[in-house]
């Protein structure tokens, strides 16, 4: 599961099978749990996802549990009406179709929501707080994401709430990736802000040697990216979501319905700061902004 081409990295991977076993202790979740249909949006080829959630229906799967992304859950809910659909989706599951409401889904699917276009103006006020003298910006969006035009708008929103003046780079591709940094310096771009998107964070490790190569202060959505060097990270927890989606898939798995079961929103959020890249980008971190860290990673 480590290969470039993976549907996650086995690290994401370990992650889910450990905070669902976890979550999952408060309603039996079980091995059922690994019933579950990848997003394959490393390389963004959701083209085996029909195929996959087929494959679950075919071996009359108790629950089918989508970690990773809107994608797989939409082709589950098309595939299926009565197995039980467990989700996590940054984008609106109401807007996307996936349930009716958030307190009451509806149907078969059910989830976690996790705010990624909300936070976008909490990030960017970090950024500012860690680099309070930059000027301009560029905010990494994916134009395949279904939540790309929301989130153009809320960085739209924070940067000029800021001051900051802002570019939209669109990245869709690792090529995408590669170009776009290579062009941030000819724009006289300060800093970066790489919004929410599961294909971003396949990539975290590309994101930060090239915001650290290039000497530009990044903030991402999670700490996956801050563990792999990249400078500072504000979002929900991930593994605290995991533990949410097993103890859900139990409760299914002991008889409640997942139209009665509401769409959770993330309740615990973590800053993470990585204090080698800090150093290395010469930037120091202000006391405030220290005081409000969960984690420093030396």
Known sequence: MASKTASRSSAQDDTWVSGCGAGAGAGGCGHEA??????????????????????????RASVIVTPFGT??????????ATIPIVFMTSADPVQEGLVASFNRPGGNVTGLSILSVELG???????????PKTLRIAAFINPNSSIAKPLIREAQA???????????????????IDIA?????????????????QFFTSRRVQFAILATHYRLPAIYSYRAFAEVGGLMSYGPSLPDQYRQLGVYTGRILKGEK???????????????????????????????VLAITDEVIE
């Open 71 to 80: 994608a797989a859950a939409l082709i589950a809910k098309t595939a299926t």
């Open 181 to 197: 940094f290579a062009s941030l310096g000819q724009k006289r771009v300060d800093a970066v802000f790489v919004s929410s998107d």
């Open 34 to 59: 690994r019933k579950r249909l990848p997003d394959g949006l490393e390389n963004n080829n959701t083209d085996r996802l029909p195929e996959l959630a087929a494959d679950l229906i075919r071996r």
């Open 158 to 176: 924070g940067a000029s709430n800021i001051g900051w003046q802002l570019d939209i780079v669109h990245a869709s591709t690792i090529g995408d």
């Open 258 to 288: 997942p139209a009665e079961l509401p769409v959770q929103a993330p309740t615990k959020f973590e800053l993470v700061i990585n204090l080698g890249t800090s150093k290395t980008l010469g930037l120091t971190i202000p006391p405030g």
């Open 121 to 131: 103006a909490k990030r960017l006020g970090l950024l500012h707080e860690l680099v």
